[in-house]
């Protein structure tokens, strides 16, 4: 791993998952098209825990969240639900998303055939919705390309000064063969370059996005475990 990437830390995911205002509370989602983010993130490292509240939860609740979570015991069994999880869904209420963080191997084999990807042009046969001005906020973005056109990607989902989430995309007609976990290792690289921790982070139930993991012998370091529903 270059010097110059820092290590991560629960703090580095909540701030690069999320834009918090000057108290520390979640304004929004951290991407070129953001959204409001989650009521409460919770994110459990190994040895302590970081989170936030939405700036538009009341304070007198968001403080009641904050004593709970400070309370929060950290360690290594992601899976499970927080210990206060039923805690904070009787005051806050909403939908919980939940799912590992996982960090990079130092040592990442370089794959071959990958392409950088610039212009709007190489994105646009195989994946809709992208926009030219969202390329500068995704990069590094980086594809295998078949007859010109990518057809596996892998893109800044989030970025902040010091981290970068992977958000990762293959062509339907093209998946199972294993491009997903090549592209992801070549943005990781470039990710690097860049002087930004790589992360890669997914829920539970997403088995092909965990199986990518798998393959790239990626190592979980915490959990995200969010609530989502009223006031965002």
Not at 19 to 34: A, C, F, H, Q, W
Not at 183 to 210: D, F, K, M, Q
Request: hydrophobic fraction near 40%.
């Amino acid at each position: 791993m270059s010097a110059r990437t820092p290590s991560f830390t629960p703090e580095i995911e909540l701030q690069t998952l999320f834009v918090l205002n000057d108290d520390g509370r979640i304004r929004s989602t951290r991407e070129p098209n953001p959204n409001g983010g989650p009521i409460f993130s919770l994110i459990r490292g190994r040895t302590h825990c970081a989170w936030a509240v939405h700036a538009d939860v009341p304070e007198t609740l968001a403080r009641e969240v904050g004593d709970l979570a400070r309370a929060e015991p950290a360690g290594r069994d992601f899976e499970s639900a927080p210990k206060y999880a039923k805690d904070y869904l009787s005051l806050l209420g909403g939908k919980v998303d939940a799912g590992p963080t996982f960090i990079f191997p130092q040592v990442i084999p370089r794959p071959d055939g990958i392409v950088s990807i610039t212009h709007l042009a190489q994105l646009q046969h195989h994946f809709r919705g992208w926009t030219a001005d969202e390329i500068p906020e995704r990069s590094p973005i980086l594809a295998i390309v078949e007859d010109e056109r990518a057809i596996s990607v892998c893109f800044c989902a989030r970025r902040s000064a010091v981290a970068a989430e992977a958000g990762v995309e293959t062509a339907e007609r093209f998946r199972g063969r294993g491009l997903a976990a090549r592209v992801t290792a070549a943005w990781a690289l470039g990710v690097r370059t860049s002087g930004r921790l790589p992360v890669y982070s997914t829920s539970w139930s997403n088995e092909p996005s965990l199986a990518v993991a798998r393959t790239l012998g990626l190592e979980v370091c915490a959990s995200v475990w969010s609530l989502y529903g009223a006031y965002t």
